[in-house]
T-cell receptor, first 113, second 114 residues
Framework: TQLLEQSPQFLSIQEGENLTVYCNSS?????LQWYRQEPGEGPVLLVT?????EVKKLKRLTFQFGDARKDSSLHITAAQPGDTGLYLC?????????????FGKGTLLTVNP | DTEVTQTPKHLVMGMTNKKSLKCEQH?????MYWYKQKAKKPPELMFV???????INESVPSRFSPECPNSSLLNLHLHALQPEDSALYLC?????????????FGNGTRLTVT
């Protein structure tokens, strides 16, 4: 069974601060996806990383996939209240089911104005 | 607006009721999913349909019965549920075939079992 350890589980910060969310595993993943879920809505894909060492930027969000494809991080610069939500990492297994993603436990981020 | 539409948005049902959740997508995706999500927790996979055939059943109790009438529609039939089944039920779709394919989620049905 593949597991993704996501940390921290809860994060409450002030507007303008920086933060990093981590997803770690002992297993290799073929891809890592990051989703954000706002209250009352379904998760929305932010990014997919597939290559070890890959870095992707989405405005103030920077995503990194570890060289060994076992870990990933999400860094937010100058957080804004609109960034508030549940952040989920999800790994695609290498050799496992084509349809089954492994989700981390999620990080509930609150950005206070 | 999400491209995956789920109805109803809210549902309250008694333990003896029979109800159905509906999901529709018109993106041409060939894989469709049902997930269950408790508050502040990650989604838990229930079922996957691939090319209209049930591909994965994550040992879900038989009181949940999925149905895929065609490539655009996915239903979840509910019968004799328990209060602990109260949760947000999310439908998702993907192009299918590889786990690199991102999931497109609907906004869910908030189910309360009384």
């Amino acid at each position: 069974t593949q597991l993704l350890e996501q940390s921290p589980q809860f994060l409450s910060i002030q507007e303008g601060e920086n933060l990093t969310v981590y997803c770690n595993s002992s297993s290799v993943f073929s891809s890592l996806q990051w989703y954000r879920q706002e209250p009352g809505e379904g998760p929305v894909l932010l990014v997919t990383v597939v290559t070890g060492g890959e870095v992707k930027k989405l405005k103030r969000l920077t995503f990194q996939f570890g060289d060994a494809r076992k870990d990933s991080s999400l860094h937010i610069t100058a957080a804004q209240p609109g960034d508030t939500g549940l952040y989920l990492c999800a790994g695609g297994g290498s050799g496992g089911s084509n349809y089954k993603l492994t989700f981390g436990k999620g990080t509930l981020l609150t950005v206070n104005p | 607006d999400t491209e995956v539409t789920q109805t109803p948005k809210h549902l309250v049902m008694g333990m003896t009721n029979k109800k159905s959740l509906k999901c529709e997508q018109h993106m041409g995706h060939r894989a469709m999913y049902w997930y269950k999500q408790k508050a502040k927790k990650p989604p838990e996979l229930m079922f996957v349909y691939s090319y209209e055939k049930l591909s994965i059943n994550e040992s879900v109790p038989s009181r949940f019965s999925p149905e895929c009438p065609n490539s655009s529609l996915l239903n979840l039939h509910l019968h004799a549920l328990q209060p602990e089944d109260s949760a947000l039920y999310l439908c998702a779709s993907s192009q299918g075939g590889r786990t690199n394919s991102p999931l497109h989620f609907g906004n869910g049905t908030r189910l309360t079992v009384t």
